[in-house]
T-cell receptor
Framework: DAKTTQPTSMDCAEGRAANLPCNHS???????VYWYRQIHSQGPQYIIH???NNETNEMASLIITEDRKSSTLILPHATLRDTAVYYC?????????????FGTGTRLTVIP | ETGVTQSPTHLIKTRGQQVTLRCSSQ?????VSWYQQALGQGPQFIFQ???????GRGNFPPRFSGLQFPNYSSELNVNALELDDSALYLC??????????????FGPGTRLTVL
């Protein structure tokens, strides 16, 4: 199963773009990259996912490199409410189940 | 709000007891997954149920078991509780589309404390 590597923590100024990197060098061709975030002991919140192409939704953009070995989550205009632990996850399947393997994530702190 | 609810919010048990945690999935979601999150760690996959049958299991012993019902509700049962079972237990529901292309929506969790 593919694993991910993320920085332990990052800071971002309020109103600026937050760029969260993730390495997943052992990803397989049919494995998706997902991003979730968790705000202080609440349930994780789905942000975005992608396979090969870059993706954008109302929350964020996901940029996946051409070799798929790394990706970047972009929050275009960070607010204080974006302070959370962000998990980059490669989804692997075990007997048909889509398992989310959460690592330790990146703790993003948005600074006023 | 994800539309996924869990009960109870908090629970205190003693070692050796049994516990049942409950989850109500989003309407129409046919898949539910359960995760255990110890303090300071990321969630760990316990198992997944698809159309009322176990569809995959993480590295958890058989004393962790589950049920999924036709009305989009599900249960996580843990027998012979141990101190290390103290954690936040999360359920997540999804629609089980193409393998891998299936976002999961999490409930708020149940905080279990084993004394």
């Amino acid at each position: 199963d593919a694993k991910t590597t993320q920085p332990t923590s990052m800071d971002c100024a309020e109103g600026r773009a937050a760029n969260l990197p993730c390495n997943h060098s052992t990803i397989s061709g049919n494995e998706y990259v997902y991003w979730y975030r968790q705000i202080h002991s609440q349930g994780p919140q789905y942000i975005i996912h992608g396979l090969k192409n870059n993706e954008t939704n109302e929350m964020a953009s996901l940029i996946i490199t051409e070799d798929r070995k790394s990706s970047t989550l972009i929050l275009p205009h960070a607010t204080l409410r974006d302070t959370a632990v962000y998990y980059c996850i490669v989804v692997y399947t075990v007997t048909g189940a889509n398992n989310l393997f959460f690592g330790t994530g990146t703790r993003l702190t948005v600074i006023p | 709000e994800t539309g996924v609810t869990q009960s109870p919010t908090h629970l205190i048990k003693t070692r050796g007891q049994q516990v049942t945690l409950r989850c109500s999935s989003q309407s129409g979601h046919n898949t539910v997954s359960w995760y255990q999150q110890a303090l300071g760690q990321g969630p760990q996959f316990i198992f997944q149920y698809y159309r009322e049958e176990e569809n995959g299991r993480g590295n958890f012993p058989p004393r962790f078991s589950g049920l999924q019902f036709p009305n989009y509700s599900s249960e996580l049962n843990v027998n012979a509780l141990e101190l290390d079972d103290s954690a936040l237990y999360l359920c997540a529901s999804s629609l089980a589309r193409v393998a891998g292309d299936d976002e999961q929506f999490f409930g708020p969790g149940t905080r279990l404390t084993v004394l």
